[in-house]
Nanobody, 122 residues
């Protein structure tokens, strides 16, 4: 059974940092991409970054480039999202998702976590 479990969300002030974790199990980790998405109330789900777990290649949305970093621990089948210099506009529910390729569209991701809330106050 596939499982993705996010953790690490919380409330921080602008300029602060958080690290989210996505612990995965139940599928062939190294043959998938894991992406981080976020969704704020009334807005579309946005992919903020993705990692190809086999090659460790990463990609980021322009809105977070230079501030967010995706990494992984292959031994733990876990992907991380380090978020620095947080802004109020980063406030959203953050989800990790897995798919066989590093798609941009959320609809193409087969597996999803339950989400973790990130709130950034000014």
């Amino acid at each position: 059974q596939v499982s993705l479990v996010e953790s690490g969300g919380g409330s921080v002030q602008a300029g602060g940092s958080l690290r989210l974790s996505c612990a995965t199990s139940g599928y062939t980790y190294s043959r998938h991409c894991v992406a981080w998405f976020r969704q704020a109330p009334g807005k579309a789900r946005e992919r903020v970054g993705v990692i190809s777990t086999g090659s460790a290649g990463t990609g980021y949305a322009d809105s977070v480039k230079g501030r967010f970093t995706i990494s992984q621990d292959n031994a733990k089948n876990t992907v991380y999202l380090q978020m620095n210099s947080l802004k109020p506009e980063d406030t959203a529910m953050y989800y990790c998702a897995a798919a066989a390729a590093c798609y941009s569209a959320a609809t193409l991701y087969n597996y999803w976590g339950q989400g973790t809330q990130v709130t950034v106050s000014s």
